[in-house]
């Protein structure tokens, strides 16, 4: 057997674009032999696909993927340069497969997971089919997160809006499944796709978060009212937070669909669980918003047509 030099590595590497450890696994595999090394990982389809690593991938699609039970569910964030191949089908029916294998998958975290083998070609990674997806659609691509939900009583809602753009999971613990609390969860899904929530409940704030809001509150009621007394500004203070919680809190929020425009979505829940005499909690839910906190390329077609010309 051939030895994988650090000098072979670089020379594979600069002939196919591969990244090192898949070139130093390709000559490891061929003895060292640089053609077969070339083809090996041609087949995995990796070669080139590194090149195109650089780029940024913030267009893609949120897609969900549910057990047969509904008991358990995962949302997948899967990202590409372009919102054309976004909307591309072969690579939303990839997206589809990756949801489907992170559903059975037991990883604990992203690199574990993508060190897992490929269900649809077990000779792959998760990684390498990826890297192969790259060089087959031509477009970086990245698979950025993904979050499963489970429940023991009840069931977990899943709502997909504009195509890809946002994903919501909502995991209801009930003693009664029936199709008017289905679509009560799929109402709570929908305003979390549109309203942005970033708690369940006010429960989950973090007390340091509330202590220190206060104290920012608290500082900027005494700049408008210098004069006030302490019950006035505590009572202005509370009302903020108040407010605030309402924004941020899912089942504080003000039901989109309330007729009175006053109900909340907590006691919208309540009322459809009275309704069906049931028991009802929302546990949780997950939102996923296509490219959110990612920096995309902002495109200069005029100045990129002066590069080309050498202007």
């Known amino acids: 057997m051939a030895a994988v030099t650090a000098a072979l590595v670089k020379e594979l590497r600069e002939m196919t674009g591969a990244g090192m450890m898949d070139c130093k696994k390709a000559l490891a595999a061929t003895d060292g032999d640089m053609d077969k090394a070339v083809e090996f990982l041609r087949e995995k ?3 080139g696909a590194a090149k195109k ?5 913030a267009e893609g699609i949120v897609v969900t993927d549910i057990t047969a039970d509904e008991k358990t569910a995962v949302v997948v964030e899967v990202n590409a340069e372009t919102d054309f191949v976004a909307k591309n089908e072969k690579f939303r029916n990839y ?3 990756v949801a489907a294998q992170a559903l059975k998958s037991e990883a604990a975290n992203m690199d574990e997971f993508m060190a897992e083998k490929w269900e649809k070609d077990p000779t792959l990674t998760v990684k390498e089919a990826l890297s192969s997806q790259i060089s087959i659609i031509g477009e970086n691509m990245n698979i950025r997160r993904y979050e499963k939900v489970s429940v023991e009583n009840g069931f977990v809602a899943s709502y997909i809006h504009a195509g890809g753009k946002i994903g919501v999971l909502v995991a209801v613990d009930t003693d009664v499944v029936n199709d008017e609390i289905k679509e009560m969860a799929k109402n709570v899904a929908m305003q979390a796709a549109a309203l942005k929530p970033l708690y369940t409940s006010r429960d989950e704030v973090d007390a340091d978060y509330i202590a220190k809001e206060k104290e920012i509150l608290t500082a900027a009621a005494r700049n408008e009212k210098p004069d006030a007394p302490d019950k ?4 202005m203070v509370m009302g903020r937070v108040n407010k605030e919680l309402k924004e941020i809190c899912l089942l504080d929020q003000v039901y989109v669909k309330a007729e009175d425009g006053k109900q909340s979505v907590g006691k919208y829940v309540e009322s459809v669980a009275k309704a069906n005499n049931a028991k009802v909690k929302i546990v949780k839910f ?6 959110e906190g990612m920096a ?3 495109e200069n077609f005029a100045e990129e ?3 080309q010309m050498g202007m």
Do not use: N, S
Not at 232 to 235: A, L, M, R, S, V
């Open 45 to 47: 389809g990796l070669a």
């Open 305 to 307: 047509v002066a590069k």
């Open 53 to 57: 690593a650089g780029r940024i991938a």
């Open 232 to 235: 006035i500004i505590e009572g």
């Open 286 to 291: 997950v939102r996923y918003e296509t490219g």
């Open 296 to 298: 995309k390329k902002e």
């Open 95 to 97: 997206a589809a497969d």
